[in-house]
Nanobody
Framework: QVQLVESGGGSVQAGGSLRVSCAAS????????MGWFRQAPGKEREGVAG????????YYADSVKGRFTISQDNAKNTVYLQMNSLKPEDTAMYYC??????????????????????WGQGTQVTVSS
């Protein structure tokens, strides 16, 4: 059973930084992709970053490229999302996700809710202007 537990998040002023973490267990696919998604009130959930666990190859949405960094600590089975230069429009619930076992390959894109079927409980990130 795949379990994802997020931590971190919180409130910060625009221009500040936050890091969220995701501890994974039970995710034993040979071609694992982990991702971070976010959902703001009234908006659809969007994928913002992904990482292919075996190679460390990363993927980013255009809206966060250059500001967010996804990384992993394999010894801890943990994935991180470092968020810098935060903007008010980054305010959302952030979710850690793992790609469904039915999807393989080393390309984690597209980052969609359909392909990533395992979810954490979410952690709130609020950026004030």
């Amino acid at each position: 059973q795949v379990q994802l537990v997020e931590s971190g998040g919180g409130s910060v002023q625009a221009g500040g930084s936050l890091r969220v973490s995701c501890a994974a267990s039970g995710y034993t696919s040979s071609s694992r992709c982990m991702g971070w998604f976010r959902q703001a009130p009234g908006k659809e959930r969007e994928g913002v970053a992904g990482i292919y666990i075996s190679s460390g190859r990363t993927y980013y949405a255009d809206s966060v490229k250059g500001r967010f960094t996804i990384s992993q600590d394999n010894a801890k089975n943990t994935v991180y999302l470092q968020m810098n230069s935060l903007k008010p429009e980054d305010t959302a619930m952030y979710y850690c996700a793992a790609r469904r076992f039915a999807y393989g390959g080393s390309d984690c894109t597209p980052l969609t809710s359909t392909r990533f079927g395992y979810w954490g409980q979410g952690t709130q990130v609020t950026v004030s202007s």
